[in-house]
């Protein structure tokens, strides 16, 4: 994700439901206690204005493969996944054989 998109809670909800991630789950990855994921969600509409707390959700949203779509032509944002399914098949396919583990950059 962009370091310049600004989130939204229901951005963050919006993308943990079609990543299919728990609330406990995305605050792991983000580095967050689960409250202050619940926290930034229940803000709704409201911007999350924390430097820190933003680049924490980025990181979340980056490990489960979301991206914020910015708002433009007059269409709201939005959220959508980095990969196709089958892209996701084949990455956990390879990550699941062992071995060293690298970025997950592939396309």
């Known amino acids: 994700m962009d370091t310049g998109t600004r989130v939204t809670g229901r951005l963050i909800a919006a993308a ?4 299919g991630v728990h ?3 995305f605050a792991a990855a983000c580095g967050l206690d689960v409250d202050v994921v619940h926290r930034l969600e229940a803000g709704g509409r409201s911007w ?3 430097k820190e707390e933003a680049e924490a959700v980025r990181r979340g949203l980056d490990h489960y493969g979301v991206i914020v779509i910015e ?4 269409m709201g944002a939005g959220v ?3 990969f196709t399914r089958q892209d996701v ?3 956990v396919r390879l ?5 060293i583990i690298g970025s997950d950059d592939a396309p």
Do not use: F
């Open 89 to 91: 098949r084949q990455i």
């Open 48 to 50: 999350v204005s924390s």
């Open 23 to 25: 609330p406990v789950d």
């Open 80 to 82: 959508r996944l980095k």
């Open 16 to 19: 943990r439901a079609l990543a």
């Open 95 to 99: 990550e699941g054989e062992g071995g």
């Open 71 to 74: 708002e433009t032509g007059g």
